[in-house]
């Protein structure tokens, strides 16, 4: 073995114990990089394939039986853009489902098992050997958001009846299972559909929950083509079935541009999180390493300058000293790109809850390649910087362990004059003496801190149900009640006024429909004095008939901001509008837009609002099952709340698995270089320790300087840390969350993690001091100065 083998030898046996810091750092760095690279480079694309593979049309139109609907498919079918046309049969029941007491869903689609035919092909991808009664395959999300097994038992009560299917199977399809839309697919054998559809019947009014109708597979160029084909049709049937403009001929209209956007904007949000903390690692991994690495140094420096004076080259020490790192940060790097795939394997429940669609990620070669090729650049470039010392020591000066010819230190806290216990004093001092080793605990301390203080807010504002929807939504209404033609639409706000829980009660419409070139939601009210500001990002609701607000999606979609006019045709009017307001809010990606009563009226002439929206502060069951009992079948109550709290499950669930997973690689992290920092504090102050227990002091004297060595840096950076974490959490919360179209952040940041998070970092820091510092209670006086 030659010369620099022998000496790169030498360096792992010394300084093993910073080697697995580094390796450990570069897997973490590596993995969490890797992971986030996939999703935002593999996932969409592996879903657009998948898509492709089962012939996904580009747009999906439910249609009830109902007049008009004949002409809208002839109209459809007829225009050039749309290259072809698949109608299925199906039924629509427009209510909830309910497991364990949580609703589930806010329509069903109903088709037959083996109707279709070219577009929208499926896979089933679990199904029971055996046949169960009223069988049913339904999509992947009934599994991962609404927590369904086979053989289980789907109950959907609509129009006072009662419908029962049991799970056969559970399938992936494009539009059958998107989490977040909420219409989600049921397949039955062509029999029971038939029998359902005689049960059912025909819709007779627009309050109808369950009716039978007709999915229409639009095949075109793209997304764009097949929405204008579909407003253009929908006008023209309108015209030639003689109906009213407002007539709402589709209850459920949905694109693949949509579909692609809801998966891109969560997936973004994870990845842009993991990418984030893997560069927070990798800035960990450069602290420990210029630091350690340079203490490293200092301590050989003697041995180098024998060495340099034996004939051996700068370079040659150089590299003895640099390679070691080099290859297990490469090594490491190159681990954790492998490890990434297994890794997202585990965490696909969770994707699929995002998604509908499973993706079995695969190891990216050229990806791997590229995270290593950078972390192990990272290294050599801190390693070089750190060992260029060794160039610019002349060798008499590394033989004097580099000592200059003329040398002094400051003494900091001179004991004559400081007051205070003796061994916290003469580990501050020491803490204050070792400048390089504290600032790289301190910085540590501080990102670890940061994260947790990120995380934990990250977690207490999204992890639950009430503050997630608090925020996405805003402060929306608790209930809704569409009012059927024969109740009494005034009494029923009136009474419902006055039910216990009840804070308010207003008008308030929602409508599925097109916003000009893209579809949305409207919503149609003229109570914005109850609504109050908390969703408006700029400007003020509207007031008048000449007025709108715009949800942040559709404004980014038309470029518009508040003064700007929008021009927007609908139910076969056209009219111009001055936006006054832009609305944050994560419905249907911000894509939805506020009208008055009066606004509205210019496209719909015949407009009338039927809905009632309350909030509660009570019971919200309790409230929808006093108006149940009251009115019966003229009314239909919903508790909204907890429709909004199902469709957006699925991201919420994410957030506690994301924050722990990082918190638990940053504890250890944390574990592992407080444990190397005491170590090398216990190593380099041997020979003062033996001193100290030669004259007498206690075991818990010596450990107690060995803590408060550490514990300084570690205070301060926890509390830095901590401070800029929660000062940071807000603007980084917003602007992750601007993709799924909510610029208003509502809420205050959480204070608990600012005491937790630096009280859990320092109490660890002193459990690993104590641990560490055990070893001396074994080691004799003469064995401490021996070494």
């Known amino acids: 073995m030659g010369g620099t083998g022998l000496l790169i030898r030498r360096v792992v046996r010394k300084h093993w114990p910073l080697l697995c810091i580094v390796t450990v750092l570069s897997v973490v760095s590596g993995l969490l990089a890797g992971v986030a690279l996939q999703l935002l480079t593999k996932h969409s694309a592996a879903i657009d394939a998948q898509r492709r593979a089962w012939h996904a049309p580009e747009l999906m139109v439910v249609v009830p039986t109902a007049p008009g609907a004949t002409e809208f498919r002839q109209h459809l079918a007829a225009d050039p853009r749309v290259s072809r046309l698949e109608s299925l049969p199906v039924v629509i029941l427009h209510n909830s489902a309910y497991r364990n007491g949580e609703k589930f869903g806010e329509a069903f689609v109903v088709e037959a098992v083996d109707g279709r035919q070219q577009l929208g092909q499926r896979t089933v991808v679990a199904e029971l050997a055996h046949p169960v009664p009223q069988p049913a ?85 793209n997304a764009t083509e097949a929405n204008s084909a579909q407003v253009e049709a929908e006008r023209a049937a309108l015209q030639a079935a003689r109906l009213p403009a407002s007539t709402e001929l589709a209850v459920f209209t949905t694109d693949l541009g949509l579909l692609e956007e809801a998966v891109r904007a969560p997936m973004a949000i994870i990845s842009l999180t993991l990418l984030s903390f893997a560069a927070l690692v990798l800035l960990v991994l450069v602290v420990v390493l210029s630091f350690m690495l340079r203490n490293a140094i200092v301590r050989d420096l003697p041995q180098v300058g024998v060495l340099r004076a034996m004939g051996f080259g700068v370079w040659q020490v150089m590299v003895s000293c640099m390679a070691p790192f080099v290859l297990l940060g ?108 504290s600032s790289a605990v301190l910085l540590i301390t501080a990102i670890a801190a940061f994260t947790g203080v990120f995380l934990s807010s990250l977690a207490s504002t999204l992890g639950n149900g009430d503050s997630a929807i608090r925020l996405l939504v805003g402060d929306v209404e608790d209930v809704n009640v569409d009012v059927k033609p024969e109740g009494d639409l005034e009494e029923v706000l009136r009474t419902s006024r006055q039910l216990p829980g009840v804070r308010d009660g207003y008008l308030m419409e929602y409508r599925r429909g097109d916003l000009g070139d893209i579809g949305g939601f409207y919503f149609l009210t003229d109570a914005y004095s109850q609504l109050g500001d908390g969703q408006l990002y700029a400007g003020r609701w509207p007031r008048h008939a000449n007025e709108v607000a715009l949800g942040t999606g559709l404004a980014d979609h038309y470029g518009l901001a508040v003064g700007d006019v929008w021009t927007v045709e609908a139910a076969g009017q056209r009219a111009d509008y001055v936006v006054t307001g832009i ?11 506020y009208f008055p009563t009066a606004a509205f009226q210019r496209l719909d002439p015949a407009f009338e609002p039927r809905s009632v929206a309350l909030q509660v502060t009570g019971d919200i ?167």
Not at 583 to 593: D, E, I, M, N
Request: aromatic share 8%; charged share 15%.
């Open 583 to 593: 609305v944050s809010g994560v419905t249907q990606l911000g894509r939805f837009a």
């Open 330 to 437: 490469a090594g490491g790097a190159l681990l954790g790109g492998v490890l990434a795939a297994p890794a997202l394997g585990k965490l696909q429940p969770l994707l699929r809850a995002q998604t509908g669609i499973t993706w079995r990620p695969q190891s990216a070669v050229p990806l791997v390649l590229g995270v290593a090729a950078v972390l192990t650049l990272v290294v050599l470039a801190t390693g070089l910087l750190v060992a260029w010392r060794l160039r610019r020591t002349p060798v008499v000066a590394a033989l004097r362990g580099g000592t200059s010819d003329h040398a002094f230190r400051r003494t900091w806290l001179p004991l004559e004059r400081t007051r205070g216990p003796l061994a916290p004093l003469l580990g501050i001092k020491a803490a204050g003496q070792a400048a390089g080793r």
């Open 621 to 787: 069951d309790a409230v929808v099952g006093q108006i149940r009992d009251r009115y019966g079948d003229q009314v239909e109550a919903t508790n909204r709340y907890a429709l909004l709290v199902g469709s957006l499950k699925s991201y919420v669930q994410v957030v506690p698995v994301l924050a722990g997973t990082i918190s638990a690689f940053t504890g250890t992290i944390v574990v592992l270089i407080l444990s190397l920092v005491v170590s090398t504090v216990v190593v380099q102050s041997r020979l003062q320790l033996g001193i100290m227990k030669a004259l007498g002091f206690a075991h818990r004297e010596v450990a107690s300087q060995v803590r408060w060595a550490v514990l300084p840096p570690v205070l301060v950076g926890s509390a830095l840390g901590a401070g800029a974490g929660w000062w940071a959490f807000l603007p980084l919360l917003r602007a992750l969350l601007r993709r799924l179209g909510l610029l208003k952040i509502d809420v205050a940041s959480p204070t608990w993690p600012v005491w937790v998070v630096p009280l859990v970092l320092v109490v660890t820091s002193g459990l690993v001091a104590w641990l560490v510092t055990r070893r001396i209670k074994s080691i004799s006086p003469y064995v401490l100065l021996a070494e």
């Open 137 to 221: 395959w339904v999509s992947r999300v009934f599994q991962d958001v609404g927590g369904y097994q086979l053989g289980d038992e789907v109950t959907i009560t609509a129009d006072g009846a009662r419908h029962s299917f049991h799970i056969q199977g559970f399938v992936e399809d494009t539009y059958g299972g998107v989490p977040g839309i909420s219409t989600y697919w049921i397949w039955v054998p062509a029999a029971d559909l038939a029998a359902l559809q005689e049960r059912v019947g025909t819709a007779d009014s627009p309050q109808d929950k369950a009716f039978t109708g007709e999915a229409w597979q639009v095949a075109a160029a």
